[in-house]
């Protein structure tokens, strides 16, 4: 009996150790599949989707269109004798064989270029120019205007490239003009074979700053037929604005009313014209200018000028 026992307690110590290895076995196995699991659960997280914003366009996705109405300018050119393009015609400018050397769009910054250098010049002129002259009835110069009318002009522009002379000074070039125009009878009446008559206003870009001159009249005794006559006025002593333009985008308005003439630089500078002369300067037509009408004959020279906005209003 005794040693029946032993046996039965040695077999059993030998069951208990199995049984409880063997649960120790599937208890690891059951931690090892809950880690596994565990691990199998955590989810990587996605990378978050970039953002593109679209930057702002105007005018197209690439380029920029100047702000001017063609509609009422003929432009001269520095070739032929010289060539003019009137509207319709100048409304496709962008096309025309003729104008894309002088006259064309910089898509960069929407500007209007007027590029000129010296070549033909017209019949009162020795200087070259691509200039606008402004038609009142397209394809027409024979309708015009008048002070006691009134006018008003204003432009955005630019002078970023000049050439200089010999002695390194820049050379100038007229950006605006309003210009004297004799009706048919007038012109009848002093003898005269064209319509031509002094421009009242010429202002340049000079030395990096806006110069305006105007015209006064040489003989204030002079009676209406010799008004009538170019040589009867002179440039006056003219006026400089203080601030230096340089390369950089200005603003011109002028304003033309009855015995008065207005000039404002960038909105806050101004110079007022009001005085006998431009009492008797009213005897005449006129009519508005804009462009690069460059003031030298120098070989090579040349002279681009920009304009992003052109507005006249009577």
């Known amino acids: ?16 150790l199995s049984c409880s290895n063997d649960a120790e076995v599937v208890e690891e196995e059951i931690v090892q599949e809950e880690e596994v699991i565990e691990e199998e659960v ?44 009137e509207p319709p015609e100048i409304i496709d400018y962008a096309t ?13 910054d929407g500007s209007l270029v007027f590029y000129t250098t010296p070549g033909t010049s ?8 691509t200039e606008l002259r402004e038609q009142m009835v397209p394809g027409s110069n024979s309708t015009n205007w008048t002070f006691t009318e009134g006018g008003r002009m204003k432009g955005t522009l630019s002078v970023p490239e000049i050439t200089t002379d010999l002695s390194g000074d820049f050379h100038r070039t007229l950006v605006m003009q309003i210009h004297g ?9 002093i003898g005269e ?30 009676t209406d037929e010799e008004i009538l006559h ?15 333009i340089g390369t950089n ?12 003439l207005e000039i404002i630089l960038n909105e806050t500078d101004s110079v007022v014209y009001e005085d006998i002369h431009m009492q008797k300067w009213s005897v005449f037509e006129n009519y508005f200018k804009a462009g690069n009408y460059l003031q030298t004959l120098d070989v090579g020279a040349s002279a681009k000028v920009k304009y992003y906005e052109l507005e006249v209003t009577h």
Request: aromatic share 10%; net charge negative; with cysteine.
């Open 96 to 108: 025309d064989e003729r104008l894309i050397p002088y006259m064309y769009n910089d898509s960069t």
């Open 181 to 189: 125009r004799l009706t048919n009878e007038q012109r009848d009446l």
């Open 1 to 16: 009996m005794t040693i029946t026992k032993y046996c039965l307690v040695v077999v059993m110590a030998f069951v208990f």
């Open 249 to 260: 985008t200005f603003e011109l308005e002028i304003i033309a009313s009855d015995g008065r």
């Open 42 to 85: 955590v989810e990587t997280p996605e990378p978050e989707e970039e953002v593109v914003v679209d930057e702002e366009q105007v005018e197209g996705v690439d380029f920029f269109l100047p702000n001017i109405d063609l509609s009422n300018w003929k432009v001269t050119l520095p070739i032929g004798s010289p060539d003019e393009v």
């Open 230 to 244: 170019t040589d009867a006025w002179e440039d006056n002593e003219g006026h400089t604005f203080s601030e230096d």
């Open 193 to 222: 074979d064209d319509n031509n008559a002094p421009p009242m206003l010429k202002i340049y870009w000079q030395k990096g700053k806006v110069r305006v001159l105007t015209k006064k009249l040489k003989n204030l005794d002079a």
């Open 122 to 129: 017209t019949a009162n002129s020795s200087y070259s120019r």
